[in-house]
Antibody, heavy 116, light 110 residues
Framework: QVQLVQSGAEVKKPGASVKISCKASEEAFGNHHMHWVRQAPGQGLEWMGIVNPGGGGATYAQSFEDRVSMTRDTSTSTVYVELRSLRVEDTAVYYC??????????WGQGTLVIVS | QSALTQPPSASGSLGQSVTISCTGTSSDVGGYKFVSWYQQHPGKAPKLMIYAVGERPAGVPDRFSGSKSGNTASLTVSGLQAEDEADYYCSSYGGSDNLVFGGGTKLTVL
């Protein structure tokens, strides 16, 4: 089982940006794409996009593409998601998940972002 | 990309079987064999239960099975146990390197 360890909770003001990290065990990094998924309080799962840790390319969900960036640092086996121009409705738990067959095979523990 | 349609709730008695549906379109569920199902307990991260329509990851009990017919995928939980009570989500590849989730189903074990 691949371990994905995410950064800690964040509290941000509306209009600010947040950058969340997801560190993968070495054998996983570069071999599997990573999804980013979020879940607002009491709501369902929402796909944000997918990043290729090997090549660095990313595809974003249409609803986020103008204010999200997904990047990676191969030297530390870490992927990042940055969300800009935060709104109150961006308050959610953000998850990274290793992709296999386009499913989220292993999941990080989640990072709570509060925008207030 | 519209969300996949799941019933908001489902229930079954201990030991019985329950099936949860996930309806999409020919552009997602019906067009690809990349349907997954997740179990999520309160306050926990989702856990993959089924991938590629009907494949189980190691460690997932064979009480959980998945299938697809046309634009509708299904998750069946047989021999319901108390610990199966959770929220269940489906996802499907939607083309153009996009993924789409269902709205979730709350499974109650009676």
């Amino acid at each position: 089982q691949v371990q994905l360890v995410q950064s800690g909770a964040e509290v941000k003001k509306p209009g600010a940006s947040v950058k969340i990290s997801c560190k993968a065990s070495e054998e996983a990094f570069g071999n599997h794409h990573m999804h980013w998924v979020r879940q607002a309080p009491g709501q369902g799962l929402e796909w944000m996009g997918i990043v290729n840790p090997g090549g660095g390319g990313a595809t974003y969900a249409q609803s986020f593409e103008d204010r999200v960036s997904m990047t990676r640092d191969t030297s530390t086996s870490t992927v990042y998601v940055e969300l800009r121009s935060l709104r109150v409705e961006d308050t959610a738990v953000y998850y990274c998940a290793r992709s296999a067959f386009w499913g989220g095979y292993d999941w990080g523990q989640g990072t709570l972002v509060i925008v207030s | 990309q519209s969300a996949l349609t799941q019933p908001p709730s489902a229930s079954g008695s201990l030991g019985q079987s329950v099936t949860i549906s996930c309806t999409g379109t020919s552009s997602d569920v019906g067009g690809y064999k990349f349907v997954s199902w997740y179990q999520q307990h309160p306050g926990k991260a989702p856990k993959l239960m089924i991938y590629a329509v009907g494949e189980r990851p190691a460690g997932v009990p064979d009480r959980f099975s998945g299938s697809k017919s046309g634009n509708t995928a299904s998750l069946t939980v047989s021999g319901l146990q108390a610990e199966d009570e959770a929220d269940y989500y489906c996802s499907s590849y939607g083309g153009s390197d996009n993924l789409v989730f269902g709205g979730g189903t709350k499974l109650t074990v009676l």
